[in-house]
């Protein structure tokens, strides 16, 4: 199983960024996906998920509304689209799946929001 993470980088409060999460390795269309964050000194949190079809979605209250959950099952990738960023989304962002009794993650991809 191998997930790689791109799309972090430095935005200025307001602004949005699109996160890619790339699967490999494993049947991705039949798993559902998450992404979590991690921010320093902070554990680590559940920011959204999705189910294998994409016919259910979750998403922790901090960005309900302002985060969206996404995939494309014939790329085998998942989005988060961040819009309405906030200094308080500020931390890696990690791609997740569960599969036979055991999680996997990326290496994550960081999102500074700042001016």
């Known amino acids: 199983v191998q997930l790689v993470e791109s799309g972090g980088g430095l935005v200025q409060p307001g602004g949005s960024l699109r996160l890619s999460c790339a699967a490999s390795?494993?049947?991705?269309?039949?798993?559902?996906m998450s992404w979590y964050r991690q921010a320093p000194k902070k554990a680590r949190e559940l920011v959204a998920s999705?189910?294998?079809?994409?016919?259910?979605?979750d998403y922790a209250d901090s960005v309900k509304g302002r985060f969206t959950i996404s995939r494309d099952n014939a790329k085998n990738t998942v989005y988060l689209q961040m819009n309405s960023l906030k200094p308080e989304d500020t931390a890696l962002y990690l791609c997740n799946t569960f599969r036979r009794g055991d999680n996997y993650w990326g290496q994550g991809t960081q999102v500074t929001v700042s001016t």
């Open positions: 390795g494993f049947p991705f269309s039949n798993y559902a």
């Open positions: 999705i189910t294998r079809a994409a016919d259910s979605t």
